[in-house]
């Protein structure tokens, strides 16, 4: 009789401890976040300097990490008012974008995956980027086309949108995120 809440002591512990675990890993890719408005940015994820729950991260999505030295990654789930990304909605990115020799900007859906869409337009590159008369970017998400910039959400409720900046040559410590300003994210209208 003794064992029986020892048992289910035991059970307790090992399913509150797998499912904080699996919370931990899943609801983030890691401690050591740096944050510009709604953009994060996880500088050593790629690096022998990053913490557990990077690795751990990482290894469950199967990403490949860009190395510190190479460039930076920064996701946006939500807009400057931190509302979530609608892609029923006309979102726009506007701004000046940190110095970096190439960026991309894409969209993916609420599972990390890239969204289908007719255009087969899946990202914009700097290099086919139109600038604004002062060197910002200018882009629209939404489901249908537009001119200019523009790229398809495939009408999903939750898009995230990832920019990638490679062989940018700045260097920041954790927190440092203000230092960097990113592009603003503003939902313009919805159907």
Not at 139 to 167: C, E, F, H, I, Q
Request: net charge positive.
């Amino acid at each position: 009789m003794r064992l029986l809440p020892l048992a289910f002591t035991l059970l307790a512990a090992t399913v509150l401890g797998l499912g904080v675990t699996w919370f931990a890993v899943s609801g983030s890719r890691g401690l050591d976040v740096v944050r510009s408005g709604p953009w994060e940015g996880w500088p050593r994820a790629g690096t022998v300097k990053a913490d557990p729950y990077a690795r751990a991260a990482l290894a469950r999505s199967g990403e490949l990490p860009i190395e510190l030295a190479d460039g930076l990654l920064f996701l946006a789930g939500t807009d400057d008012a931190g509302r979530p990304i609608d892609g029923r909605c006309v979102t726009r990115i506007s701004g000046v974008l940190p110095q970096a020799r190439l960026w991309t900007l894409t969209l993916m859906d609420s599972d990390g995956r890239l969204i289908p869409n007719d255009a087969g337009r899946y990202g914009l590159t700097s290099a086919e980027a139109v600038y604004t008369d002062q060197g910002a970017i200018d882009v629209r998400l939404s489901p249908r086309a537009r001119s200019g910039n523009w790229l398809p959400t495939g009408a999903r409720s939750r898009v995230k949108v990832v920019l990638r900046l490679y062989d940018a040559p700045f260097s920041f410590a954790s927190g440092a995120g203000d230092a960097m300003p990113l592009p603003h994210i503003v939902q313009e209208g919805c159907p």
